[in-house]
């Protein structure tokens, strides 16, 4: 097979899959008292353009729809407390995932969005409590 530029392309048809130009993951950590930590998770992926697209349209319509996957921001929150109580080490544990609720860019897959690119989960919370004896 001839060569090919697969950067910036969502490649759904071949080899190396999607593969965005830029990919970001930053982080913020602040640490009070060796028990409490809170963390800010920055994660940006740049989009990409649907290689399959003609001028009359994407994957066998005649519609533009996924042609150029948007970016996706992602930003989390997670905060953990250690606790001492009764000869057990606790951890309480809390985040919100996708503060901003950001939805994954579109494309012309069978889910209407790249999973490479981003998730539908949305904005979520976790709340969870660890124990070490």
Do not use: M
Not at 9 to 25: H, I, K, S
Not at 34 to 43: D, K, M, P, Q, T
């Amino acid at each position: 097979q001839e060569s090919y530029d697969a950067v910036g392309f969502g490649n759904y048809f071949r080899d190396p899959d999607t593969l965005p130009e830029w990919r970001v993951n930053a982080y913020a950590n602040f640490n009070y008292d060796a028990r409490l930590n809170a963390r800010y998770v920055f994660n940006y992926i740049d989009g990409v353009t649907d290689e399959r697209c003609t001028a009359a349209g994407c994957v066998n319509t005649n519609t533009r729809f996924g042609e150029e996957s948007g970016s996706y921001v992602r930003q989390d929150f997670v905060l953990t407390y250690d606790l001492l109580v009764g000869g057990a080490d606790l951890q309480f544990q809390a985040a919100v995932n996708n503060i901003f609720d950001e939805d994954p860019p579109e494309a012309a897959l069978p889910v209407s969005y790249n999973p490479f690119l981003g998730d539908a989960y949305g904005r979520h919370y976790q709340l969870g409590l660890k124990a070490n004896f």
